[in-house]
């Protein structure tokens, strides 16, 4: 039997800083209204010259550095990301070659606000195949590029960062059998596509520009039910209580959706990961970028046992258990 575990972490988030006082400067808006609604104090954006894969290749250095290994002994790259540098290439090659490695195999996977979950799955997944054995997972968005800077109701909510882990295989018969990914699940229902979209896909549209589009109440709904029953669920199957978990890394779109899912599993908020605060929603990249802060300003520590979950367009969930 072969398990995946975590052998490394990192992020990265762009220099630049846009406070909320910043953005009601341009649009009526104020702190107040943003800080109130959503516990976003500020975001991160991308300078002009930097794309998707650069934050990728950031964030991918440290998560190797903490990992103690050199890029040439990854075989997999799984890069989740809804902000790709171009419709062809994926941003995974384009890492790939900035971390100039000329082995095995790189693809993103879209799964929008889900996507590091999806993608973490899958390298999961690909591991105990036995067909893989270092991965580096990624999350990394630009949502500078998608907003509509005029839409209050849109451009408050989202920041541009990327985040990392590498994935190592361990056999059953290694002493660090117990660490590691216990269980994942991912789920969707495309039902629910129109209530948060960005059109733009060369299929649909031609070379005008598109922004992000959200029916924000129908989305806060089913963010708080969908992670909350796939908790749930993936606890029962894992034949695990919710008082054993150590932390929750939730995807970080907003307080209130945390609170409200903390308040539905009876969990306890102190256990909660929460950086919302200083980089709003990075989609993707929302749950690594929390994970590398926790563990930097020391919350996490090795033999943790953790939770992660996310809930995205499409719409998208799921949720991974696994002990650090
Ligand atoms: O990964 C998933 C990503 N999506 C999310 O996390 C979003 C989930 N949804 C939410 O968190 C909430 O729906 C929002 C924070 C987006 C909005 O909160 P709400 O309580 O649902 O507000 P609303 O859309 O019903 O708007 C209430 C009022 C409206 O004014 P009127 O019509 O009552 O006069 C809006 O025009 O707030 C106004 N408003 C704003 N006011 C100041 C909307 N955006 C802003 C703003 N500043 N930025």
């Known amino acids: 039997m072969i398990k995946s575990v975590i052998k490394g972490v990192g992020s990265y ?10 953005i009601s400067e341009f649009v009526d808006t104020s702190d107040e209204w943003i800080y109130g609604r959503t516990g976003i104090k500020q975001r991160h954006i991308a300078a002009d010259n930097q ?8 964030a991918s250095i440290r998560a190797i550095k903490d990992a103690n290994i050199s890029p040439s002994e990854i075989d997999l790259i799984i890069l989740a990301t809804s902000t790709p540098d171009q419709v062809f290439p994926s941003t995974a090659v384009k890492l790939q070659d900035k971390l100039k490695i000329k082995f095995g195999a790189a693809f993103d996977i879209h799964a929008v606000c889900s996507g590091f979950i999806y993608a973490l799955s899958t390298a999961d997944n690909f591991i105990k195949s036995g067909k893989y054995s270092k991965v580096l997972v990624v999350g990394s968005e630009t949502y500078s590029r998608i907003i509509d800077w005029n839409d209050r109701s849109t451009c408050v909510l989202f920041g541009d960062g990327a985040g990392a882990f590498i994935l190592e295989a361990i056999n059953s018969n290694s002493e660090d059998y117990n660490e590691g990914i216990f269980d994942s699940v991912i789920r969707s229902d495309g ?14 549209s031609r070379d005008q ?7 924000g109440k129908e989305v806060y709904k089913h963010a708080v039910e969908k992670q909350t029953a796939i908790v749930e669920d993936l606890l029962k199957t894992s034949k695990i209580d919710i008082e054993d978990i150590d932390w929750f890394v939730p995807h970080q779109a907003n307080l209130r959706i945390l609170d409200a899912t903390a ?11 929460i950086t919302v605060d200083q980089h709003a929603n990075t989609s993707s990249a929302s749950i690594p970028v929390a994970m590398d802060h926790a563990i930097q300003i020391g919350k996490i520590k090795r033999g943790d046992i953790l939770l992660l979950e996310a809930f995205g367009a499409g719409f998208t969930w799921g949720a991974v258990l696994l002990k650090y």
């Open 209 to 215: 520009l598109h922004f992000i589009s959200m029916d």
């Open 263 to 273: 308040k539905k599993l009876r969990l306890d908020k102190n256990k909660i990961i």
């Open 51 to 58: 794309l998707t894969s650069d934050l990728a290749y950031n």
């Open 191 to 204: 039902e629910y596509r129109t209530k948060l979209f960005c059109d733009g896909g060369p299929s649909m």
């Open 13 to 22: 988030l762009p220099e630049k800083v846009l406070t909320n006082d910043d």
